[in-house]
């Protein structure tokens, strides 16, 4: 009797610490903070000429981004000899995982990518400015799969009982995900105009792990950094646009330029190739590889009449088009599928 | 009085763990389990498009984006151990080459298509020289996208390359008035192969649909070359 007590406790113990072996078991896991997330971008330009007020964000996450979602077990059964587990499912962060005070969090964040990347002459947090930038938290999460089971047998012999046990386990990687409806309003005109509204992503991914909620607080900054940068790059453009962005107020040429820029984007949107040409003789006067901020500038492969001047400076639509005119005498200047640039195909064929 | 012990003992574990039954997702959060790839309409591209023309130039804004990562997974239904969902995909710009190849699909009918990088397709950010073509502007929202592989348990397995893709389509004027407004929604697949570029067939197959949608073609003012 006593021996048979024994046995099933065994048993037991094996079943218990299976169930915890593949992923059952919660870890201890920090708090999590979006504190501190570093800006990826530096100053887009040199000269902005704008103020720009940034609300907190409105934060408008569906209620399982709060709640958070966990592995379930799928399947669980136990008989005289058998005990069968399946757990299998989605990981989703919860408020303490994810941050408690993500909105006050991403707003002192917000401001300081914008401040790093230099988009407006000054941003502040509140109060009266040229420009508002309004901010929606439409998703904030990060999420994994997971699947395990385990089988544990037992089988009494004459002498001694055994227990047979086998799991299946796979890990898979943590993906952080950001949503964010962003739109800047104009208050030039004593109104409240909007000039840009868009949805933002960010996202990060971190390889699978034991301690997946590490790995989720992981990915979720990554992706918190990651559309921090594009926010700071699609704010930069739509102020540029109206000419009061980063790089300040266009700039205007006459005649032929003694040099022009021509650049591409790497197959990964990830570099920009810059090529600097002497104007009179065609020659390569520079080259250079640097990161690409935006990955939408332009089509990877494709050499385009860049929008600034060798200078740094965003040449206003008429100057480049009078630029890329006078160029046309000796280059081959196209226009292809761009809306505001031209495609650069060499040096003119001799007629 | 053996086997009573270990059942009571076996009972006792059984109450104290908790025994249940759930539905929980198959698949990564937000995505479909692409079950029956077999079942699904292939896609194909046209190699002769239709000839279109237009008076209008057509700007087509950047793609904007809410889907999320990972983008999509690798299923095995026919050989697996733990789970036919053996691992899942991470791919930042799907948004982007979308962008690119619905273009290609629209300027293949022939009609003049700029691509605005920059912007949306932004009425109020429209420069002057491009606000004087007096152009459509056609703004793309991906409301869901999942790029999945799939190998069927059939006999024998097939190796499937599974997209499921749901676009919001608005056309307005350079005012803001809007033209044309539908949800598009492609969920195809195509017979896996070395290097294919599936973003690019489901690029030209969205391309090719808005080519055949007569509000589409109403609000961007094409009409058959040919036919006046």
Redesign the interface.
């Given at each position: 009797m006593k021996r048979n007590i024994r046995d099933a406790a065994v048993t037991l113990a094996a079943a218990a610490a299976l169930t915890l072996l593949p992923g059952c078991g919660e870890e201890a896991v920090r708090v999590g903070t979006l504190r501190g997330i570093p800006a990826l971008l530096g100053p887009l330009g040199y000269a902005p000429t704008a103020s720009l007020s940034v609300s907190a964000p409105v934060d408008q996450r569906p209620q399982v981004e709060h709640a958070g979602d966990n592995i379930r077990t799928n399947l669980f059964f136990t008989t005289i000899v058998v005990t069968h587990w399946e757990r299998r499912g989605n990981y989703v962060t919860n408020d303490e995982v994810a941050s408690p005070m993500a909105g006050a969090e991403l707003h002192e964040a917000m401001i300081d990518a914008l401040r790093t990347a230099n988009v407006a002459r000054e941003v502040v947090p509140s109060g009266e400015a040229e420009f508002s930038l309004e901010t929606r938290i439409d998703h904030l999460y990060a999420t994994h799969h997971a699947v395990n089971s385990g089988t544990v047998m037992v089988m009494e012999g004459r002498r001694d009982t055994h227990a047979a046990v086998g799991s299946k386990s796979r890990q898979y990687a943590a993906y952080g995900n950001v949503v964010l409806t962003a739109k800047l309003v104009d208050h030039r005109s004593g109104g409240a105009r909007v000039i840009w509204e868009e949805q933002l992503v960010g996202t990060g991914q971190q390889p699978p792990g034991k301690n997946y909620k590490a790995a989720a607080q992981t990915a979720l900054r990554e992706a918190v950094a990651d559309a921090l940068a594009t926010l700071s790059v699609r704010v930069g453009a739509a102020l540029d646009r109206i000419q009061r962005g980063p790089t300040g107020p266009a700039y205007t040429i006459q005649g032929l330029p003694p040099v022009f820029l021509i650049e591409r984007v790497s197959r990964y949107r990830s570099f920009v190739e810059r090529v600097y040409v002497d104007t009179a003789s065609g020659h390569v006067l520079r080259h250079e590889i640097g990161p690409n901020a935006d990955p939408a500038l332009a089509r990877p492969g494709e050499w385009l009449l860049s929008r600034r001047s060798p200078e740094g400076v965003v040449l206003t639509p008429e100057a480049y088009e009078g630029y890329a005119r006078a160029l046309a005498a000796r280059y081959d200047l196209r226009t292809v599928d761009d809306l505001s640039r031209y495609h650069f195909f060499g040096v003119r064929a001799a007629p | 009085?053996?086997?009573a012990?270990?059942?009571s003992?076996?009972l006792a574990?059984?109450l104290a763990?908790?025994?249940?039954?759930?539905?929980?997702?198959?698949?990564?959060?937000g995505h479909h389990a692409p079950k029956k790839a077999e079942g699904l309409p292939t896609l194909t591209v046209n190699p002769t498009p239709p000839r279109l023309r237009s008076p209008r130039v057509i700007?087509l804004g950047?793609f904007?984006?809410?889907?999320?990562?990972?983008v999509g997974?690798l299923y095995d239904y026919a050989d697996y151990?733990?789970?036919p969902?053996?691992?899942?995909y991470?791919f930042?710009?799907a948004n982007?080459e979308l962008f690119?190849h619905v273009?290609d699909a629209l300027?293949a009918t022939g009609l003049d298509?700029?691509?605005?990088?920059?912007?949306?397709g932004?009425p109020?950010?429209l420069?002057?020289?491009?606000r004087a073509l007096r152009p459509v502007i056609v703004r793309t929202?991906i409301a869901a996208l999942q790029h999945d592989q799939v190998r069927t348990d059939t006999d024998p397995p097939t190796d499937n390359e599974v997209v499921r893709l749901v676009v919001d389509v608005t056309v307005i004027e350079a005012d803001g008035t809007e033209r044309y407004s539908a949800r598009h929604a492609i969920y195809g697949r195509v017979t896996w192969q070395e290097d294919l570029d599936v973003l690019r067939l489901l690029g030209l197959e969205l391309g090719e649909r808005l080519t055949k949608d007569a509000g589409f073609l109403r609000a961007i003012e094409a009409s058959p070359r040919g036919v006046s």
């Open positions: - | 009085m053996v086997t012990a270990r059942l003992v076996l574990a059984l763990t908790g025994c249940y039954w759930s539905h929980p997702p198959t698949a990564p959060h700007v950047r904007s984006t809410v889907g999320v990562q990972p997974s151990e733990a789970s969902l053996i691992r899942t991470f930042r710009h982007l690119e273009s300027r298509v700029r691509k605005d990088y920059a912007t949306t932004e109020s950010l420069e002057g020289p491009a929202r």
